[in-house]
């Protein structure tokens, strides 16, 4: 399988705070890889490096063999990155529809197209009947589709997913798993996620990647990782998997 994203030997630095530290590896195209650790692992630091939201101190960014290191966020969107954030944060006085049609307005040329294509992504999320709604007004749950849909109106190649699955009941967690899923398998979307759900890791991805203290500990299937030692002592060992 060729590389949708590859990132090579990345490094984030917070003053003297090593986030990130020589970081690579590969997300192929039409996969799910996950990318977990520890709380301050520099997950989410890696999204950020991806995202454009600030850029490496060293390393690069490839998406489909071009490079996109230090591009900004509306550029990164625009080469077909969209990605989701740990802390939600919608639109709180507009209504869920239209977050979604800002989303949607990154790639449609008018507020008709934007609005139509929104709605098709709430239909696909099960969020079609909340659509009038204020967001801030949605459940947790509701706020974590949104978030998805959001990134998903952008028309994104590669969907980066930050946490969607935090705060859910299982039985949230395992429709989300489904959408997910789907959009991966009939729509042929590739997934990089970061999440704690192990049940989730494991049932989703084709590929895990794990960090730990900024730096990457290892590399496999969800099944490889779940038995390396090293894994097990640095993360697994305090979770329920
Ligand atoms: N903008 C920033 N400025 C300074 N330090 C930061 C910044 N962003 C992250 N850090 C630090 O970098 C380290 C990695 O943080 P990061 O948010 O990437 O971890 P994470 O793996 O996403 O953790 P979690 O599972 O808790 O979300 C942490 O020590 C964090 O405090
Ligand atoms: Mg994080």
Known sequence: ????????????????????????????????VALIGPNGAGKTTTFNLIAGV???????VHLAGKPITGLKPNRVCA???????????????????????VGALARERSVAAAREHARAVLDRLGLADQAARPARSLTLPDRKRLEVARALATRPTL????????G??????????EVLRDLNRREGLTILMIEHVMR???ALSDRVVVLDHGEKIAEGTPSEVVADPRVVESYLGSEDI
């Open 79 to 101: 080469a077909g990155i969209g990605r989701t954030f740990q802390i939600v944060k919608p639109f709180g006085q507009l209504s869920v529809e239209e977050n979604v049609i």
């Open 168 to 177: 859910l009941r299982p039985t949230e967690v395992d429709r989300m798993v």
């Open 200 to 202: 989730a890791v494991m």
């Open 54 to 60: 600030f850029p490496p101190n060293e390393g690069t």
């Open 159 to 166: 969907l980066l997913l930050d946490e969607v699955l935090a």
């Open 1 to 32: 399988m060729t590389a949708l994203l590859h990132v090579e030997k990345l490094s984030k630095r917070f003053r003297g705070l090593k986030a990130v530290s020589d970081v690579s590896f590969s997300v192929p195209q039409g996969s799910i």
